[in-house]
């Protein structure tokens, strides 16, 4: 088969190094029964090692050129190619058994992607990612960082991350022009409260951070009084990222239960 020319426009940073290969696989402890979607596939890198230990993988990728590569390695009962754009796919259609969600993501689309993922919590036992290693700082930021914003809120909320590997620009074809690292995402329901209203939560926190450097007070405009702040103990000066999860779902509580 002729050499496939690496597409930037999908993100395409292919995983050589095989230290690093064997980290995320040995990280991802797949058992053979486990329900295991990998999304981003690509050459196989990931793909190949985690067909050793498993029954049967799901694949998600957008890649024509791909998917036929793909379909000429590995055959249907080992391999499901779910071909399409991760974005837009239902996660939960593939099994109704609990799911372990695993990718070098395409960097071009990981925000998004780790928003539409975030709703699939309830689903999944793991998941295990590269990411720019920017985007992880964010996701485990603390309170009062610069790093700390509605992506850090919305997925603390619902996981415990840690960032299990540090990986250089050296362990990739085309190497990219950042450092990367995994994440291990675990779920962890009402690690920081329970918001009676997920979709309310969603929308105070874009709201609060839609302008970083102004105040709650002036970014909850219309959404949440100086009252509300203040019956919960809330300083309405304080900036959006000084605000810690457990806050926000509490304000979020506090305002569904008003409306109700
Ligand atoms: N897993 C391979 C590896 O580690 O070498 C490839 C990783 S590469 C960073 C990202 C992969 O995601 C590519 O195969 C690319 O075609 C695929 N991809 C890009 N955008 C996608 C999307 N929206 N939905 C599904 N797959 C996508």
Redesign the pocket.
């Known amino acids: 088969m002729s050499k496939h020319i690496p597409?930037k426009r999908?993100?395409?940073?292919?995983?050589q190094d095989a230290g690093v290969?064997a980290g995320i696989v040995h990280a991802v402890n797949p058992q053979t029964d486990d329900v295991v979607i990998?999304?981003?596939?690509?050459?196989?890198?990931?793909?190949r090692p985690l067909l050793q230990r498993l029954k049967h993988l799901h694949v998600?990728?957008?890649?024509r050129d791909?998917i036929s590569r793909l379909e000429a390695e590995f055959p249907p009962e080992k391999l499901t190619i779910h071909a399409?754009?991760?974005?837009a796919?239902d996660f939960a259609s593939v099994s109704d058994q609990p799911l372990k969600i695993v990718?070098?993501?395409?960097?071009?689309?990981s925000t998004p992607?780790l928003f539409h993922l975030a709703s699939y919590g309830q689903r999944v036992t793991d998941m295990h990612f590269?990411l720019q290693k920017e985007v992880i700082e964010r996701m485990v930021a603390e309170p009062s960082t610069a790093d700390y914003g509605r992506l850090t809120v919305m997925l603390q909320y619902r996981f415990e991350m840690e960032t299990i590997l540090h990986v250089p620009p050296g362990a990739?074809w085309p190497p990219p022009k950042v450092d990367s690292a995994v994440v291990r995402m675990i779920p962890m329901p009402g690690r920081c409260g329970v918001a009676s209203d997920e979709a309310l939560l969603e929308k105070l926190v874009t709201q609060a951070f839609s302008q970083r450097r102004k105040t709650l007070r002036n970014n909850l405009k219309g959404m949440a009084e100086v009252a509300d702040l203040e019956a919960l103990g809330i300083d309405p000066g304080l900036r959006p990222e000084n605000l810690p999860v457990e806050d926000f779902v509490r304000l979020a509580n506090h305002l569904a239960a008003r409306r109700a």
């Open positions: 597409r999908f993100g395409q940073n292919f995983l290969i990998e999304i981003g596939p690509g050459l196989a890198a990931i793909t998600v990728e957008i890649d791909i399409g754009d991760a974005l796919f990718g070098n993501l395409p960097y071009n689309i992607l590269m990739f």
